[in-house]
């Protein structure tokens, strides 16, 4: 429990903030009744989830949403990945408001690295 206000209204107020418009709300909550699931998607949360959840699960539905936003970003010329912005035109990285410029091949190297999925190989795998 959130001890001075709910977290519909609190991610309502986060929406507000221009800042945040690209930050990933997710209601991690015991309410399950549907009117709560409404009312948290109707104030702008990415996803809600009821407890109790496996650890697995959440962190598989938490990397489908980082996989989903990498997507979209490519699709637009650019990744955004929380204060990491780059700009697949201009070979530009943003990093909290810092902008470096890369070479044309550690840019898409950089690249390459960010929007594979990454592959767990064990010693049963070789």
Do not use: W
């Amino acid at each position: 429990m959130m001890p001075h206000q709910d977290g519909v209204e609190t991610c309502r107020q986060l929406r507000e903030i221009n800042e945040l418009n690209n930050t990933y709300i997710i209601f991690l909550t015991a309410r399950a009744e549907e009117y709560s699931e409404v009312a948290g998607f109707e104030a702008g949360t990415d996803d809600y989830i009821t407890k109790p959840i496996k650890p697995r699960a959440l962190i598989s539905r938490l990397n489908a949403m980082i996989r989903r936003k990498i997507i979209l970003a490519d699709q637009n010329n650019y990744i955004e990945i929380c204060d990491l912005v780059i700009d697949r035109t201009s070979y530009t990285i943003t990093v909290y408001n810092r902008q470096v410029t890369l070479p044309k091949k550690d840019s898409s190297f950089f690249i390459f690295l960010l929007t594979t999925p990454i592959k767990c190989i064990t010693e049963m795998n070789c």
